[in-house]
């Protein structure tokens, strides 16, 4: 029987601070660590807040040779991925189990390409985790994770594996039917939620309350629903119609990570909603209108505040 010893979180911004703490609890200081160098290496070490409390856990320097952590989790943006696979080498062994709490369909597959594939589980993380000025929270009764292997063996070894850790962790979580089908479904409402509250600069409550917003919401998903039944996925317009209810729940204040990044002056994911639907409607001849135009809309808010700048202002 496998079992997690140690592992290893890679990027503790929002979504790595809701599982570090649970891991921390349940494996110890010392098997727990949190992979970052220089400056960020520093700032950790003196404390992260997550949900009011002050945690500081065990830093660990990409550079530093170690013995291969029993789990790793990349807990990163897709735009920092490339460096993540980087700084994780050193965590990462035959035996080491790889979970992506990326947004997005691709990010998998890429780690497959870098380590060893057969270790790689598929998941999503449904969890509205906030970081404003560097503090950390979230709701502590969420969805949680969802996780499977590539082909939904619930009995997999590494599945198993990290079923018993979450429970031990107590962090919130399932072993999906179908990984792919609900990996997929996520991906939808990030396409469509995460990139019109994004446009439009408001919260969840722009949704339960809009119908224009909604109507939105469905043109948007309705692309992805049509790329998903190409590669074989499931969705269809009952997910719409669970999605649209399960938006009733939300937090109103809350904001999805691409407008938490706007607001920031940060880069967005948008390459990896939109850019992906693009990509793969490509793939499967599939039209994307509407991902193409909030493409180019979003990387435009990305260049705003660099063009209002620019501007000279009359004296």
């Given at each position: 029987?496998?079992?997690?010893?140690?592992?290893?979180?890679?990027?503790?911004?929002?979504?790595?601070?809701?599982?570090?703490?649970?891991?921390?609890?349940?494996?110890?200081?010392?098997?727990?660590?949190?992979?970052?160098?220089?400056?960020?290496?520093?700032?950790?070490?003196?404390?992260?807040?997550?949900?009011?409390?002050?945690?500081?856990?065990?830093?660990?320097?990409?550079?530093?040779?170690?013995?291969?952590?029993?789990?790793?989790?990349?807990?990163?943006?897709?735009?920092?991925?490339?460096?993540?696979?980087?700084?994780?080498?050193?965590?990462?062994?035959?035996?080491?189990?790889?979970?992506?709490?990326?947004?997005?369909?691709?990010?998998?597959?890429?780690?497959?390409?870098?380590?060893?594939?057969?270790?790689?589980?598929?998941?999503?993380?449904?969890?509205?985790?906030?970081?404003?000025?560097?503090?950390?929270?979230?709701?502590?009764?969420?969805?949680?994770?969802?996780?499977?292997?590539?082909?939904?063996?619930?009995?997999?070894?590494?599945?198993?594996?990290?079923?018993?850790?979450?429970?031990?962790?107590?962090?919130?979580?399932?072993?999906?039917?179908?990984?792919?089908?609900?990996?997929?479904?996520?991906?939808?409402?990030?396409?469509?939620e995460n990139?019109?509250?994004?446009?439009?600069?408001?919260?969840?409550?722009?949704?339960?309350?809009?119908?224009?917003?909604?109507?939105?919401?469905?043109?948007?998903?309705?692309?992805?629903?049509?790329?998903?039944?190409?590669?074989?996925?499931?969705?269809?317009d009952k997910?719409?119609?669970?999605?649209?209810?399960?938006?009733?729940?939300?937090?109103?204040?809350?904001?999805?990570?691409?407008?938490?990044d706007l607001?920031?002056?940060?880069?967005?994911?948008?390459?990896?909603?939109?850019?992906?639907?693009?990509?793969?409607?490509?793939?499967?001849?599939?039209?994307?209108?509407?991902?193409?135009?909030?493409?180019?809309?979003?990387?435009?808010?990305?260049?705003?505040?660099?063009?209002?700048?620019?501007?000279?202002?009359?004296?």
């Open positions: 029987m496998k079992q997690i010893r140690t592992a290893a979180i890679v990027g503790l911004g929002a979504i790595g601070g809701v599982v570090a703490p649970g891991l921390e609890l349940a494996l110890g200081h010392e098997n727990l660590r949190v992979i970052a160098g220089g400056k960020r290496k520093e700032r950790l070490e003196n404390g992260i807040i997550i949900n009011n409390k002050i945690w500081k856990f065990s830093v660990v320097d990409p550079k530093e040779s170690t013995t291969p952590a029993d789990f790793v989790i990349f807990a990163v943006k897709n735009t920092q991925l490339k460096q993540a696979v980087e700084d994780a080498r050193n965590q990462i062994g035959s035996d080491t189990i790889v979970m992506s709490l990326l947004n997005g369909v691709e990010s998998e597959e890429y780690l497959e390409e870098n380590f060893y594939p057969e270790n790689v589980l598929y998941s999503i993380i449904r969890i509205p985790a906030l970081n404003i000025n560097g503090k950390i929270s979230y709701p502590l009764k969420a969805k949680g994770i969802s996780f499977n292997a590539k082909d939904n063996n619930k009995e997999n070894e590494n599945v198993l594996a990290v079923k018993r850790l979450f429970e031990m962790a107590h962090i919130a979580h399932e072993v999906a039917e179908d990984i792919h089908y609900t990996m997929w479904y996520k991906f939808m409402t990030n396409v469509s990139q019109i509250a994004a446009i439009l600069g408001m919260p969840y409550r722009a949704f339960q309350v809009s119908e224009h917003i909604n109507v939105i919401r469905e043109m948007v998903s309705r692309e992805v629903i049509a790329i998903a039944n190409a590669a074989g996925i499931g969705l269809s997910e719409l119609v669970q999605q649209k209810e399960y938006l009733m729940k939300m937090i109103p204040y809350g904001k999805p990570s691409t407008l938490q607001e920031a002056g940060k880069k967005t994911e948008v390459d990896y909603f939109a850019g992906a639907v693009i990509r793969l409607g490509k793939k499967y001849h599939v039209p994307t209108p509407y991902n193409e135009l909030f493409y180019h809309m979003i990387h435009a808010l990305e260049e705003k505040t660099e063009i209002l700048d620019s501007i000279d202002q009359p004296n």
